[in-house]
C-alpha cells in the first residue's frame, strides 16, 4: 500500500521500506541528520498511513467509556486524550489518541497503522451501544511537522499561530489551498510541533510547502529514535497485548474512577497484587548498541529484556527500552549483554533528553 504523498517521497530520493504493508520512506539523507534537524528546527513526517475512525451517535460516548481508558464523557470540542483499547486481562490492543469533535456527539480516534483492520473488527464487535463507526483511513492524510522551528513554518505556509493552541488540543480550520484540515499539538517526537489531519488529495500540496519553507523530509528511522529518546512506547515492541499500562507505567492514561471499562478489573486486581516487572529506561555507560531481544543482568542473574534499543543521536550513545523485575530500582546499575558481552547500563526513567510534549 502507498500513501498520498509516497510520489513526494520518491521525488525526493527517499528509502522506502515495507512497514506492515506499508511503502514507507525509511530515510532521506540520513536518519542523525533527520533527527537532529527535527530536535534543533523543524521535521516533516508523513503518517498518512495511521488510522482516522470516526464515533458518533446518540449512545457513542457511553461506548467510547466502556472500550477506553479514559473518560471521554468530560472532553469538550477540540480535546486530545492519549488511552488504549485493552483486552479483559488488561493486555493492550493498541494505543491510541482520540479527538473530541463535537461534545457527546462525535469523535475521531487515530490508531497505529498496523492495527488497524483488528482494532475495526473489536470495535464493532464491542459495540452493544450501537454507535456510528466510520472507517476514513483511506481519504484521510495524516503530515507531522515537529520541532521548534514548526511555529515559523506554520506562519509562513499557512498564517497560522501554533501559539494560540494547548498541548493536546487541535482546532478545525479551512484552508483556500489544502481545505478542511484539523491542526492538533500532538506528536511522536517530544520536540513540540504539529499534526495535521486533511484529505489525502490535498497533503502533496502542503507537504511541498512545508518542504520549499525550510523543512526537513524524515523517514520512519529518525521517527523512531526521536520517540525513543523520550521513551515513547512503540506498539509491537514495548507494549502489546502481552502488557499491561501498568506495567508499561502508563497509568496516567487510565481513569480507574469512572464506571466500568475493559480491563478494568484486572487493573484493579494487578494493582493490589502488584506488579512483578515495569518498563524502565537503561542507559549505557560503555560503548555498544541495546537491541530489542538483548537481556539484561544484575549481580549475574537475569532481570529483564530490552524491547527498543538505538543509539541516541543527542546524547550518542546507547539508550533503551526494558522490561525489569521487581528487583530493579531507577538509577540502580546493571549490565546488558550486547553481543556476548557484558556493558555497563543505568535504570532511569525517560526522557533520556529534554522534551516539548508528551505523547
Not at 522506502?16 to 534543533?40: C, L, N, Q, S
Not at 513540540?192 to 511541498?208: D, H, Q, Y
Not at 478494568?264 to 531481544?293: C, D, H, N, W, Y
Not at 555497563?344 to 505523547?359: E, H, L
Request: hydrophobic fraction near 35%; glycine fraction near 8%; include cysteine.
Amino acid at each position: 500500500m502507498k500513501t498520498s504523498l509516497y510520489p513526494e517521497h520518491v521525488k525526493l530520493c527517499a528509502r522506502i521500506v515495507d512497514f506492515h504493508g506499508w511503502d514507507m520512506p525509511v530515510w532521506y539523507t540520513g536518519i542523525k541528520d533527520e533527527h537532529m534537524a527535527t530536535r534543533e528546527s523543524s521535521g516533516l513526517f508523513d503518517a498518512s498511513h495511521m488510522g482516522e475512525i470516526f464515533v458518533s451517535g446518540k449512545h457513542c460516548t457511553a461506548f467510547l467509556n466502556r472500550i477506553l481508558t479514559r473518560d471521554v464523557s468530560s472532553m469538550k470540542p477540540g480535546k486530545v486524550y492519549y488511552t488504549f483499547f485493552l483486552n479483559d486481562k488488561a493486555g493492550i490492543i493498541d494505543d491510541l489518541t482520540v479527538y473530541c469533535i463535537e461534545e457527546q456527539e462525535r469523535y475521531m480516534l487515530c490508531v497505529n497503522a498496523s492495527n488497524i483492520p483488528v482494532d475495526l473488527n473489536w470495535i464493532h464487535e464491542q459495540n452493544k451501544e450501537k454507535a456510528v463507526i466510520e472507517d476514513k483511513s483511506p481519504q484521510t492524510a495524516l503530515i507531522a511537522l515537529q520541532g521548534p522551528g514548526s511555529a515559523e513554518i506554520l506562519k509562513t505556509c499557512m498564517d497560522f499561530d501554533l501559539e494560540d493552541l494547548r498541548y493536546f488540543t487541535f482546532c478545525k480550520i479551512n484552508s483556500p489551498e489544502y481545505g478542511d484540515l484539523m491542526i492538533s499539538k500532538t506528536g511522536y517526537t517530544g520536540a513540540g510541533g504539529v499534526e495535521i489531519f486533511l484529505a489525502a488529495e490535498n497533503s502533496s500540496p502542503l507537504w511541498r510547502s512545508f518542504v520549499d519553507a525550510g523543512a526537513t523530509p524524515c523517514g520512519l528511522g529518525a521517527r523512531d529514535t526521536l520517540r525513543l529518546e523520550m521513551g515513547y512506547p512503540l506498539h509491537g515492541n514495548d507494549i502489546d497485548e502481552t502488557t499491561t499500562p501498568l506495567e508499561a507505567q502508563l497509568d496516567f492514561a487510565i481513569d480507574m474512577s469512572k464506571n466500568d471499562f475493559i480491563g478494568k478489573e484486572s487493573l484493579a486486581a494487578q494493582t493490589s497484587k502488584g506488579l512483578s516487572r515495569r518498563l524502565f529506561g537503561v542507559e549505557l555507560l560503555e560503548k555498544g548498541i541495546p537491541r530489542q531481544g538483548y537481556h539484561c543482568l544484575k549481580a549475574g542473574q537475569e532481570v529483564g529484556i530490552i524491547t527498543s534499543g538505538s543509539i541516541s543521536p543527542v546524547l550518542g550513545h546507547g539508550i533503551a527500552l526494558a522490561y525489569l523485575d521487581n528487583s530493579v530500582h531507577e538509577d540502580e546499575e546493571i549490565a546488558v549483554l550486547v553481543r556476548s558481552k557484558l556493558i555497563r547500563a543505568k535504570v532511569k526513567r525517560p526522557p533520556f533528553v529534554k522534551g516539548t510534549i508528551s505523547k
